[in-house]
């Protein structure tokens, strides 16, 4: 059974800084994107980050970029989202996702097959 398992999640003051990591087991995900989304309340679940089989290439949501930092370690099986500089509006529950069917990466949260339980991110003002 494939099991992505987040773990890093908490509540931080603005500025602040959390790691959030997810391992996975059961399969293998070395040649496949991996990546980070979030859901603050409402449907639908934004991607944050992405990372292609290599770590060669990285995907960042405009809202993101300069503060957060996607990264893998392959002989982990584990995918990892350094977030700094914290506000309030990243509050969410984030997800950690791998793309089992494809080698290039991609985006959209309908390209990833394998979903994490999630791990609540609160950031206080």
């Known amino acids: 059974q494939v099991q992505l398992v987040e773990s890093g999640g908490g509540l931080v003051q603005a500025g602040g800084s959390l790691t959030l990591s997810c391992a996975a087991s059961?399969?293998?995900?070395?040649?496949?994107?991996m990546g980070w989304f979030r859901r603050t309340p409402g449907p639908e679940r934004e991607v944050v980050a992405a990372i292609s089989w290599s770590g060669g290439s990285t995907y960042y949501a405009d809202s993101v970029k300069g503060r957060f930092t996607i990264s893998r370690d392959n002989a982990k099986n584990t995918v990892y989202l350094q977030m700094n500089s914290l506000k309030p509006e990243d509050t969410a529950v984030y997800y950690c996702?791998?793309?089992?069917?494809?080698?290039?990466?991609?985006?959209?949260?309908?390209?990833?097959?394998?979903w994490g339980q999630g791990t609540q991110v609160t950031v206080s003002s």
């Open positions: 996702a791998a793309d089992g069917k494809h080698t290039l990466l991609g985006v959209r949260p309908d390209r990833y097959d394998y």
């Open positions: 059961g399969r293998t995900f070395s040649r496949n994107p």
